[in-house]
T-cell receptor
Framework: AQSVTQLDSQVPVFEEAPVELRCNYS??????LFWYVQYPNQGLQLLLK??????LVKGINGFEAEFNKSQTSFHLRKPSVHISDTAEYFC????????????FGTGTRLLVSP | NAGVMQNPRHLVRRRGQEARLRCSPM?????VYWYRQLPEEGLKFMVY????????ESGMPKERFSAEFPKEGPSILRIQQVVRGDSAAYFC???????????FGPGTRLTVT
């Protein structure tokens, strides 16, 4: 079975500062990796995904993530955050064969203050 | 192209009543997934359906919960005899093909009083 760990439940940061949201996963088979963002009272929006190829993945809104197979990590980064980035961020995995369900972490709340 | 639609957006039910949550997938999508988000938790997979078929229901509680995706019309998640612990946000996602990117709806927030 797969599992996802997001150790930081909340990350406070000042506007224009860099941020890293951590994600570690566990799986005995190859997986696809995703980051989603959830704004208050809204659904999830895909930020970026890793399927194969280059381990550095660029997404929307200036976010990027790096897949590290040896450390089983997929940390999300942004060099300079905006107030509008305040939201909940979820890391998720999906096995690349057969089963279609996404397995989510518990989420990290990013709080950007002026 | 309209996104995934869910209704109602908010639903209040008393204990023991039934809750019906609807999900209309994106146009051209025939694969639907239901997830539940309990307060302060991540989303948990419940069920995966294709038109008229349940493909994977490994995340569905054994009792009171059922799902369908008929040939015509939206997918329905039905919860019978709701209890307070059913209070959560229920999200639907759709994809055009198996393994395709899942597009999420805005969710239905169920409150059981």
């Amino acid at each position: 079975a797969q599992s996802v760990t997001q150790l930081d439940s909340q990350v406070p940061v000042f506007e224009e500062a860099p941020v890293e949201l951590r994600c570690n996963y566990s799986s005995s088979v190859s997986v696809y990796l995703f980051w989603y963002v959830q704004y208050p009272n809204q659904g999830l929006q895909l930020l970026l995904k890793y399927l194969s190829g280059s381990t550095l993945v660029k997404g929307i809104n200036g976010f990027e993530a790096e897949f590290n197979k040896s450390q089983t990590s997929f940390h999300l980064r942004k060099p300079s955050v905006h107030i509008s980035d305040t939201a909940e961020y979820f890391c998720a995995v999906k096995v690349n064969t057969g089963f279609q369900k996404l397995v989510f972490g518990t989420g990290t709340r990013l709080l950007v203050s002026p | 192209n309209a996104g995934v639609m869910q209704n109602p957006r908010h639903l209040v039910r008393r204990r023991g009543q039934e809750a019906r949550l609807r999900c209309s997938p994106m146009k051209g999508h025939s694969h639907v997934y239901w997830y539940r988000q309990l307060p302060e938790e991540g989303l948990k997979f419940m069920v995966y359906l294709q038109k008229e078929n349940i493909i994977d229901e490994s995340g569905m509680p054994k009792e009171r919960f059922s799902a369908e995706f008929p040939k015509e019309g939206p997918s329905i998640l039905r919860i019978q005899q709701v209890v307070r612990g059913d209070s959560a946000a229920y999200f639907c996602a759709s994809s055009p093909a198996p393994g395709g990117e899942q597009y999420f709806g805005p969710g239905t927030r169920l409150t059981v009083t």
